[in-house]
């Protein structure tokens, strides 16, 4: 018998555990659809810029490494941020890999990360694939942060981090902005507020990062209409992203992503009148919403509606059938009962979702 049979090897036998038990991120397809699930900007770079973007990418040497600090990107992004000069920039293949970057720098033995729940999913995901404890706090009743349950919860789990997404995601709220800073005074470790949404949102934390040391402000380029280059952006003090440069894997900005990210963020204004379009349309879709009878909406400071209905799983089975998709969130926590989630589309897109879902409503 040779060695290869005789071995043991299995993903069971070899495998962490806990990597055994998740469930990899699951993309639903969405070809054809009116796709509303995602929280992508749903327009298209007018022409001109399009073009330019295109003579951009022809230009750009594939056949070399990307500049490895992504020196001119970080200068336009700078700008286009507003990130204080005292605070350093770190760049990431998406802020989700900086999440990662951040978890893994602080997977000390017994190192905890907290963050509000209902929330970003991924916070606890990326905690598990790097080995740390997974602490969350329920949010109050009417998913307003409870200041008093997290205070507590730092204080009996001591966490590394705490992930503070501003406006949360799935729930689309601004946390109040004196209790988020009591938390980062409190915090006996690093807090990161998420600015996924600051497009959206018109409130931020960057403008004083210099205000508490243990602050880090994240962001991304996704759902401001650059979901498909893969950018985010973590700011805070120099010491702290020195370190976690460290395990930032070479190159992880790709040379298009530079190029292409620099030149339309260089006059950002295409992309926020994209962003103040959809603020408008969102106040549109909220209304229609509440005006149909069994529905719940709820007020939202980021570009996706968080609603209730009496079956949310019969609901969005029947709306991807006729061909709209949203997110289902039934299941996922027991404050979301029977909760949707739809990302503000074009107003076509609304509009057709808005006669799907009365329509199922009404039979
Ligand atoms: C979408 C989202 C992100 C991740 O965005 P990337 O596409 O990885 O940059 C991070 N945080 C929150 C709260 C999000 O909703």
């Not at 900007?41 to 073009?51: D, G, H, S, T, V």
């Not at 020196?71 to 700008?79: D, I, N, Q, T």
């Not at 006996?188 to 934390?205: I, K, Q, T």
């Not at 205000?211 to 010491?239: C, Q």
Request: net charge neutral; aromatic share 6%; with cysteine.
């Amino acid at each position: 018998m040779n060695e290869r049979s005789s071995s043991a090897a299995s993903p069971q036998t070899l495998v962490r555990p806990e990597i055994l038990a998740l469930s990899a991120y699951h993309v639903p397809p969405a070809a054809g659809m009116v796709k509303l699930d995602a929280m992508e900007n749903p327009y298209r770079l007018p022409a001109e810029a399009a073009r330019s973007v295109g003579r951009l990418a022809a230009e750009t040497e594939l056949n070399r490494y990307p500049d490895p600090s992504a020196a001119e990107l970080k200068s336009v992004l700078r700008a286009a941020m507003g990130v204080p000069a005292g605070a350093e920039l770190l760049l990431g293949n998406g802020s989700d890999e900086i999440i990662q970057i951040i978890a893994m720098a602080l997977a000390r033995p017994g190192a905890t990360l907290l963050a509000p729940e209902p929330g970003f999913v991924m916070y606890r995901m990326i905690a598990t694939f790097c080995g740390l404890r997974y602490v969350g706090v329920p949010l109050a009743e009417d998913f307003a942060l409870d200041r008093a349950a997290v205070l507590a919860a730092m204080g009996a789990h001591r966490p590394a981090v705490v992930f503070l997404a501003w406006p949360n995601n799935p729930t689309g709220n601004l946390f109040d902005a004196g209790d988020v800073a009591d938390i980062i005074r409190a915090a006996p470790g690093l807090v990161v507020v998420d600015e996924a949404y600051h497009a959206f949102a018109g409130a931020s934390f960057m403008a004083r990062l210099g205000e508490f040391p243990n602050l880090l402000v994240m962001r991304t380029l996704s759902k401001l209409g650059l979901a498909g280059l893969r950018l985010g952006l973590l700011a805070g003090a120099p010491a702290w992203l020195e370190e976690f440069d460290k395990l930032r894997l070479p190159y992880n900005i790709n040379v298009l992503t530079q190029a292409l990210a620099a030149q339309l963020l260089r006059d950002p204004r295409v992309l926020t009148d994209q962003a103040a379009a959809i603020i408008a349309e969102r106040t549109v879709l909220l209304t229609a919403l509440r005006g149909i009878p069994g529905v719940r909406a709820w007020d939202s400071a980021a570009n996706f509606i968080l609603l209730r209905v009496a079956d949310a799983p019969g609901v969005f089975a029947r709306l991807k059938a006729q061909g709209v998709l949203i997110k289902n969130l039934h299941g996922s926590h027991a404050q979301l009962a029977n909760c949707l989630r739809v990302t503000v589309g074009t107003p076509e897109e609304n509009a057709r979702f808005i006669e799907t879902l009365r329509q199922i409503l009404s039979c």
